[in-house]
């Protein structure tokens, strides 16, 4: 190859590089939509379902549901109560933490891992829409784990799958 050639070919590798961006982010999203989990959410980072009864009522299984898998209930934080106290009217939002001390303490104990105790504990919203609709929300934990390091990730995952049980056994005993 002679050193004439070589802008050439460079221009046109990079010309060509940068005609496959588009259809290298348009094959990213695909992929994107093909992990998450179906999820009536507005945002792929973030899972929803509709839960077939009232607000207490979800609330109350729910917490039965994580007792049963094991996990313990840390608090809950009633948003539209504590936001009408500073003149706000909402529909009822309750963000419910909950924690896995198993998968908790295998993030924390390491200094390398430590790093995600501000996603530590778990936190689930049920809310209720203003057409009264009853919403569990929480993260997609699999899209997250996705983004985190192999040892992270995994523990993410299974915690994730632990949770992912747990709202669908609320949602089956509420039918």
Known sequence: MTLAA???????????????LPLLAFGALQAVAQTAPASGSPHPMFLEDTSPANLPRTVEVFMEEVRAGGW????????????STRGFTLDPVLIIEVCSGRHSAALLA???????????PCRVAIYQTSDDRVIISRMNAPMMAEMM??????????SGAEMEAIIQNTLARLK
């Open 6 to 20: 070589r802008p050439t070919n460079l221009r046109g590798l990079v010309l060509a590089l940068l005609l496959s």
């Open 72 to 83: 313990s209930h840390l608090t809950t934080h009633n948003m539209a109560g504590i936001l």
């Open 110 to 120: 390491n200094d390398e891992t430590r790093f995600v105790a501000s996603m530590i």
């Open 149 to 158: 390091p192999p040892a992270v990730a995994e523990v993410i995952a299974a």
